[in-house]
Nanobody
């Protein structure tokens, strides 16, 4: 069982940067593939970034590619999402999620079994 808590959201001007954190409780965090998703009222939950359990590979959604970096610190049980050059369209609730241990990373929300409560990111003009 893994509990996830996101932090770092807030209000930022377009063109600015933000770093989200997701702290995990429970054992064996280093075995969990992790992902970040975002969701607005108008859209379904959408893949933003993913990182393999062994930290060997990262994946990005098309809308953030080149502007986002996902990373993890297993000794701190934390995964991060650094977002740069923020755009109005990045406004959403951001969720971190974990798959079951040692699975591949996925872009599909239904493949993730543990979710945080979300943190709001609002980009203003």
């Amino acid at each position: 069982q893994v509990q996830l808590v996101e932090s770092g959201g807030g209000l930022v001007q377009a063109g600015g940067s933000l770093k989200l954190s997701c702290a995990a409780s429970g054992r064996s965090f280093s075995s969990y593939p992790m992902g970040w998703f975002h969701q607005t009222r108008e859209k379904e939950r959408e893949f933003v970034a993913g990182i393999t359990w062994d930290d060997s590979t990262t994946y990005y959604g098309e809308t953030v590619k080149g502007r986002a970096t996902i990373s993890r610190e297993n000794d701190k049980n934390t995964v991060y999402l650094q977002m740069n050059s923020l755009q109005l369209e990045d406004t959403a609730v951001y969720y971190c999620a974990a798959r079951r241990p040692y699975r591949t990373t996925s872009r599909l929300p239904n493949d993730y079994v543990y979710w945080g409560q979300g943190t709001q990111v609002t980009v203003s003009s």
